[in-house]
């Protein structure tokens, strides 16, 4: 991804974190924080209170669930959810 790529998707990833509960989106930006220190990136889309989809866009797909799990929240292949 370009600088200016990478932009864009962390002001998208933004506007669908204010969605979210403050708790919930404080976890879910340490798991973006995590993934981009890895070179690894996701687009999130749908937010609800504790819970957010999101599409795959860069990186290894492994970190995806390895650094959820570290946080302890919940990913599938297009879902991440924060305990409530």
Same mark, same amino acid.
């Given at each position: 991804? !370009? %600088? !200016? /790529?990478?932009? #864009?998707? +962390?002001?998208? *990833?933004? =506007? ?5 509960? *403050? *708790? +919930? +989106?404080?976890?879910?930006?340490? $798991? @973006? $924080?995590? @993934? ?5 990136? &996701?687009?999130?889309?749908? %937010? /609800?209170?504790?819970?957010? =989809?999101? =599409?795959?866009? /860069? ?6 669930? =390895?650094? +959820?799990?570290? $946080?302890? @929240?919940?990913? *599938?292949? !297009?879902? &991440?959810? #924060? %305990?409530?």
């Amino acid at each position: 991804m !370009t %600088p !200016t /790529e990478k932009k #864009v998707l +962390a002001k998208s *990833n933004a =506007e669908q974190l204010a969605q979210m509960a *403050n *708790n +919930a +989106a404080g976890m879910v930006k340490s $798991l @973006l $924080l995590d @993934l981009g220190s890895n070179d690894t990136f &996701i687009k999130l889309k749908s %937010p /609800e209170s504790h819970r957010v =989809e999101y =599409e795959f866009v /860069e990186g290894t797909a492994a970190f995806v669930g =390895e650094c +959820a799990a570290d $946080l302890g @929240l919940t990913v *599938n292949a !297009t879902t &991440i959810e #924060v %305990p409530q």
